[in-house]
């Protein structure tokens, strides 16, 4: 049984920054490529960063290039997203998953995608 579980979520000021943790448990995180998406009131939910099994060749939404770095430590089955300089419009709830293939190094599309987590929501006030 896949469980996704994340979490680091919080109400942060514009500008300020926050950390996103994903464990997964029940397949073989050191060799699945990872994704984060987020979800905000009444839009789709996107893909904001992609990272293959290898680690090499991540992939960012352009609104979040420079602002936002993926990372893994397939020790401890885990994903994390560490996103600086936070905006109005990065508040929405963001969701981990491990994804298929990255065609053209891009986030697969999230019907895609198998397992989903909960989520955390990520509030940024102006």
């Known amino acids: 049984q896949v469980q996704v579980v994340e979490s680091g979520g919080g109400l942060v000021q514009a500008g300020g920054s926050l950390r996103l943790s994903c464990t997964v448990s029940?397949?073989?995180?050191?060799?699945?490529?990872m994704g984060w998406f987020r979800q905000a009131p009444g839009k789709e939910r996107e893909g904001v960063s992609c990272m293959p099994w290898s680690g090499s060749n991540t992939y960012y939404v352009d609104s979040v290039k420079g602002r936002f770095t993926i990372s893994r430590d397939n020790n401890k089955n885990t994903l994390y997203l560490q996103m600086n300089n936070l905006k109005s419009e990065d508040t929405a709830m963001y969701y981990c998953?491990?994804?298929?293939?990255?065609?053209?190094?891009?986030?697969?599309?999230?019907?895609?995608?198998?397992?989903w987590g909960q989520g955390t929501q990520v509030t940024v006030s102006s």
């Open positions: 029940g397949l073989p995180f050191a060799v699945n490529n």
């Open positions: 998953a491990p994804v298929g293939t990255m065609y053209g190094g891009r986030c697969p599309l999230p019907e895609s995608v198998r397992y």
